[in-house]
């Protein structure tokens, strides 16, 4: 899978185990670039041990001294804030700030600058950002867990770029056999309706919605070929009852 050309910038951090959270949450996500500004303790165990199987993200995560050397060669940056910041900068949800990561990416590098778990980003810092994520959140606790910030802007990069490997129509993982087609389906309502004419449950000359309710039931479900063959036996032998007594 190709990664996209974006660049997540953690400012300052000061535990170390949400720079391995965040190391995970991006892993998971397909992404791998990793920048740190001035972290307060880093290496770390605790780095190490909260990114688990995504320590080569820390690995080759860049570390600077300042913001502008981690911005360096990067067009287009996106800043991240828990609370309004009222500083005249577009502010978008996630999905309106991947969908603009993916397209100003095609352009050039891309940032994300993540701030600190007290104080989040400086007002210069915010100076330099083209646009601002605001994840929408209770109003009365705004403020995420930084590697949840990172977690959620990351899936929403996986989304927006089709690369949901998991997502399938319902049920259709479970589907060996082909949908049954109208014939087929027409087959089992004849075969519903003689036999529950034959059990005395529809009468003929008064069959009200029962056969529709019936109909509306099964074409909602995809039936498919097997299942109707199942069906079928079902009706055979509660006729063959029938019959017998
Ligand atoms: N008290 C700080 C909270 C910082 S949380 C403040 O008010 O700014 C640490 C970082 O996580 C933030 O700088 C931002 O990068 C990210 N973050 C946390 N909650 C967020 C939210 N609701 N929307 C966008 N980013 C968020």
């Known amino acids: 899978m190709d990664s996209v050309d974006v660049k997540f910038v953690l400012v300052e951090t000061s535990h170390p185990g949400n720079i391995g959270g965040a190391a995970r949450a991006m892993k998971n996500m397909c992404l791998d670039q990793l920048a740190l500004v001035n972290p307060n303790r880093y290496p770390s165990a605790d780095a190490t041990s909260r990114a688990s199987g995504a320590d080569d993200i820390l690995m080759n995560a860049g570390i600077h001294e300042t913001v502008d050397q981690a911005l ?3 067009a ?3 800043g991240t804030s828990a609370r309004p910041r009222g500083l005249y900068i577009p502010e978008l949800t996630p999905k309106q700030c991947a969908e603009r990561i993916l397209a100003e990416s095609t352009q050039g590098k891309v940032a994300v600058l993540f701030g600190r778990e007290d104080s989040g980003l400086t007002n210069g810092e915010l100076d330099r950002c083209n646009a601002l994520m605001r994840i929408p959140t ?3 606790y705004s ?3 930084l590697a949840a910030a990172v977690q959620v802007l990351s899936y929403e990069l996986m989304i ?3 690369e949901a490997p998991l997502q399938r129509p319902i049920g259709e993982g479970e589907r060996r056999h082909p949908l049954a087609n109208a014939d087929e389906m027409e087959g089992l309502f004849n075969h519903i309706e003689e036999s529950i004419i034959a059990t005395g449950f529809l009468d003929p000359e008064n069959p009200r919605q029962v056969m529709r309710r019936l109909r509306r039931l099964f074409n909602r479900a995809d039936v498919d070929r097997n299942e109707v063959n199942i069906l079928r036996g ?3 032998s509660v006729q063959e009852t029938v019959r017998k007594v």
Request: proline letters at 0%.
């Open 72 to 74: 360096e060669g990067c």
């Open 76 to 78: 287009f940056v996106m």
């Open 138 to 140: 209770s109003q009365e």
């Open 143 to 145: 403020s995420l867990n």
């Open 160 to 162: 927006q770029r089709g």
């Open 234 to 236: 079902i009706l055979t």
